[in-house]
């Protein structure tokens, strides 16, 4: 089956400009992550989905990070305005949570950003 | 915040040695799970052990778990150039969470 589809793998920008990322789960998998992964560090969640409805986006910075899924297929994550302090990889990841609750997770390659 | 701690923060071994990594964590947890990431690429899921199993097998890695010391270890048995990469463990608290929270991880360098 294909695996976690993500665009675009790098991303360069200046601060207080805006970015997007894009990712495509495995399909039939209802559960989709947003991670976050500064350099030396291990992910840190950002926002899970289930379907098209959010399930937990206790650390994601709303004043500037937002999330959809409008489709429950698909999902954007975007930075607005972004800081120099975001600069990071930022990993989707999806998982078959119908087959039981707390399997593994599935991530993408990630998109790389830096921020100058 | 990060959950798990790794340890050591780095290992580097030869060919053929067997690498053994610890991982402690703080709160009761459903699984530990452990992901290897090499360079350039994402997260790769090994291996998962759920509260109630105290060792695990899967070919050449095999898991402990210690819920009394909040603990486990990762062994990877027979280490290949291959197996180069940093290693990472996942806990799910549960309680209807299936959320991981990830400790920082764990470089991990076999020498061929």
């Known amino acids: 089956e294909a695996g976690v589809a993500q665009s675009p793998r790098y991303k360069i920008i200046e601060k207080r400009q805006s970015v997007a990322f894009w990712c495509n789960p495995i399909?039939?998998?209802?559960?989709l992550y947003w991670y976050q992964q500064i350099l030396g560090q291990g992910p840190k969640l950002l926002i899970q989905?289930?379907?098209?409805?959010?399930?937990?986006d206790s650390q994601l910075p709303k004043d500037r990070f937002s999330a959809e899924r409008l489709k429950g297929v698909d999902s954007t994550l975007k930075i607005q305005p972004a800081k120099l302090e975001d600069s990071a990889v930022y990993l989707c990841?999806?998982?078959?949570?119908?087959?039981?609750?707390?399997?593994?997770?599935?991530f993408g390659p990630g998109t790389r950003l830096t921020v100058l | 915040s990060q959950q798990g701690e790794e340890d050591p923060q780095a290992l580097s071994i030869q060919e053929g040695e067997n690498a053994t990594m610890n991982c402690s964590y703080k709160t009761s947890i459903n699984n530990l799970q452990w992901y290897r990431q090499n360079s350039g690429r994402g997260l790769v899921h090994l291996i998962l052990?759920?509260?109630?199993?105290r060792e695990k097998h899967s070919g050449r890695l095999r898991v402990t778990l210690d819920t009394s010391k909040k603990s486990s270890s990762l062994l990877i048995t027979a280490s290949r150039a291959a197996d180069t990469a940093s290693y990472f463990c996942a806990t799910a608290r549960g309680g209807g969470s299936e959320k991981l929270v990830f400790g920082k991880g764990m470089k991990l360098t076999v020498n061929p």
């Open positions: 990841a999806s998982a078959n949570l119908n087959r039981g609750p707390y399997n593994e997770q599935f």
């Open positions: 052990i759920r509260s109630n199993e």
């Open positions: 989905f289930q379907n098209n409805g959010v399930v937990d």
């Open positions: 399909s039939g998998h209802a559960t």
